[in-house]
């Protein structure tokens, strides 16, 4: 692109050089940055750089072309999509697949399949709202303490994160939006021992009950949790890698989100290893 053509790289650099002098000298009185200076350090870096730069969305189409698999991982989450999530409190782009898409310049005809990662129970980081949130000795049961690298602490702030029980209402509208064909589990392990468990399958709102959101997460933080109790266990799941593996309980408990959630459940995490894993199907 732009990058690659030196001149025109010099060019935009100077401009932006030159509003950032503007703020300097009137607002800071600062003296005033070398823009020659600068734009020839931001053209080293584009010579340095330029042997890897390619037209990926070509690279990624011809992969597919040629029967290979193209697997695109997300980060963050489909709550905090600019278009989509807990406006204001959202990110800057769209964490969701079809984000995926335009990000990688590759049209919806060639997906496969759409797997949707959640936590067991629920997290947030900031504000925003979360109707099921927890606090006192459960919710530093979810969270931990902040000692391990798995605990519920923000990774660059150390802040502890908003807990709560899974809400299947949110997770319901997150299957939706992105299409999710199975689910994969994770921090299982986390709910051992907490008895009984509490799953939000509703919400309630001036005499109604809403299974699905009715206008999207608009006025999210006014609506109240119906939740339902399921049984919990005490046995250790940490070493189980089939089914066969998980007590009934826990069975009983990712049953229970396949049913509400219509989707699958391909993948169960149980630790903070790798091959902490069960896989079914």
């Known amino acids: 692109g732009e990058m690659l053509d030196e001149e025109a790289l010099a060019d935009r650099v100077k401009e932006h050089v030159k ?5 300097l000298t009137s607002l800071y009185g600062a003296a005033p940055l070398d823009d020659d200076q600068i734009a020839a350090q931001f053209v080293e870096y584009a010579r340095q750089l330029g042997p890897y730069v390619a037209d990926t969305s070509g690279i990624i189409n011809q992969a597919l072309r040629e029967g290979k ?7 963050q989450g489909t709550l905090l999509d600019l278009d989509y999530g807990t406006y204001p409190f959202v ?3 769209y964490p969701t697949a079809q984000g995926a898409l335009v990000g990688l310049g590759v049209g919806p005809a060639h997906v496969g399949e ?8 629920q997290t947030r980081v900031g504000e925003g709202a979360l ?8 919710a530093e049961r979810l969270r931990g303490t902040g000692e391990n690298p798995w605990d519920e602490f923000g990774t660059t702030t150390g802040r502890p994160r908003r807990v709560g029980w899974l809400d299947l209402v949110l997770l319901r509208y997150a299957v939706r939006l992105n299409g999710m064909t199975r689910l994969a589990l994770t921090k299982l392990d986390i709910l ?3 008895d009984p468990l509490h799953v939000c399958v509703a919400y309630r709102r001036g005499g109604e009950t809403f299974s699905e959101l009715p206008l999207g997460l608009q006025g999210l933080e006014d609506f109240e949790p119906v939740f339902e109790e399921l049984p919990g266990w005490d046995t250790d799941v940490q070493e189980a890698r089939a089914w066969d593996d998980l007590p009934p309980q826990a069975q009983g408990y990712i049953g229970f ?9 391909g993948w169960i ?3 903070a290893e790798r091959e902490q894993m069960v896989a079914r199907g």
């Open 19 to 23: 509003f950032t002098n503007q703020r």
């Open 69 to 75: 698999y193209v697997l695109a991982e997300g980060a």
């Open 91 to 93: 990110t800057s782009s």
């Open 114 to 121: 759409v797997i949707g990662v959640t936590k067991v129970f």
């Open 131 to 138: 109707p099921t949130e927890l606090d006192g000795e459960t």
């Open 192 to 194: 051992t021992g907490l």
């Open 257 to 265: 989100i396949e049913e509400q959630s219509g989707v699958p459940v």
């Open 269 to 271: 995490s149980v630790g």
